[in-house]
């Protein structure tokens, strides 16, 4: 039996591919052929048939996958046993990607299952020279990039700074667009360090009506997340957004401030609320997982790594890409040559 298993918080989604072998043995020959830089559209749509047949011959719902963020039936999706990590190279202690390139193939199968709940991967040419895989691991690049990649994260959304399709009809002004989902791919994870999540539906339960109300307010103003070279601003905008009958959040502990006064005590609210214990889960990705998270109803953070971080090549490491609407995906400022690497 090929089991899909909702988690037991009911904002989950669990899918257990079994064999770790399975994806990696049937893709890894048409891989080769294509380079991921460049071509990346076409392994995602490789990846995503193989994907496809094998949970179709396992009768189960696809819709679960293609409509999970448009369903919001679930915040997030953990994938298990999708490629194997006994031949991975060393934890890179940079962020610069490895020389062996075993690990483009959990790159390859991440952009696939990004690619299997309807969305596009794709970069910023201003976040780690736009590459489209992000190293996440403990970095000695310097001072600043090692207390970054190894202190706990506190509650965001990713590209805070962006914007959500629905709001503008189109991009002629080049802001920088949000992506709807974010994937991780897990290759190592000694220390158990988990993914802390936040539920947008939680924030609607138990905040207030009038600070929700508050936080619906365009008095918000953000800049760019510090992964990135270049600094983009954004100002007038809600922390929680309404577009039909969908809720949406934005939201960064350092990088989001209030511009009213009302503002600014909706915001101490809102981080009182994700400062109490209770309302924070830990997901733990192992080696060989992947988990896809919706960007738009859920804030995520990470443990503290200052005291299981040792740069000996067995750190933690994950792989992170964003995925776009098609709406999301038209409406970024794209490189002509590149398709998938947004010019900010």
């Not at 202690?93 to 696939?112: F, R, Y």
């Not at 736009?130 to 970095?139: E, T």
Request: aromatic share 10%; net charge neutral; hydrophobic share 35%.
């Amino acid at each position: 039996m090929f089991p899909i298993q909702e988690n037991a918080n009911g904002r989950g989604l669990e899918i257990d591919f079994k064999s770790c072998s399975l994806l990696q043995q049937k893709l890894e020959k048409q891989l080769s052929l294509y380079d991921q830089e460049t071509q990346p559209y076409v392994i995602s749509e490789l990846v995503k048939q193989v994907i496809r047949n094998e949970i179709i011959d396992k009768k189960i719902d696809l819709s679960l996958i293609e409509n999970f963020e448009e369903d919001e039936r679930y915040d997030w999706i953990l994938f298990k046993n999708c490629f194997d990590t006994s031949f991975m190279p060393l934890t890179p202690i940079n962020d610069t990607p490895p020389e062996n390139e075993l690990w483009k193939i959990p790159a390859a199968i991440l952009m696939g299952l990004i690619s299997s709940t309807g969305h596009k991967v794709a970069s910023y040419k201003g976040e780690m020279k736009g590459r489209l895989a992000h190293m996440v691991m403990p970095a000695l690049n310097n001072e600043v990039y090692k207390s970054r990649s190894t202190k706990q994260l506190m509650p965001h959304t990713e590209i805070v700074n962006g914007l959500w399709p629905e709001e503008i009809f189109s991009n002629n002004a080049g802001y920088c667009i949000a992506p709807n989902v974010f994937g991780l791919a897990s290759i190592r994870n000694p220390a158990k360090c988990a993914t802390r999540v936040w539920y947008l539906e939680g924030i609607l339960k138990s905040l207030p009506f009038s600070i929700v109300r508050d936080l619906m307010r365009p008095e918000f103003s953000t800049t760019s997340q510090s992964s990135f070279d270049v600094e983009h601003n954004l100002e007038g905008v809600s922390v929680i957004s309404q577009f039909g009958d969908r809720m949406s959040i934005r939201f960064s502990y350092s990088k989001l401030r209030g511009d009213t006064i009302r503002a600014k005590n909706a915001l101490k609210r809102l981080k009182e609320y994700l400062d109490d214990a209770n309302n924070v889960d830990r997901l733990v990705v192992e080696p060989g997982q992947v988990l896809i998270l919706n960007n738009r109803t859920l804030l995520h953070g990470r443990d503290d790594l200052k005291n299981d971080s040792f740069y000996d090549g067995n750190d933690r490491w994950l792989i992170r890409m964003y995925g776009f609407s098609h709406d999301g995906w038209k409406k970024l400022p794209k490189k002509e040559h590149l398709q998938h690497v947004a010019t900010l």
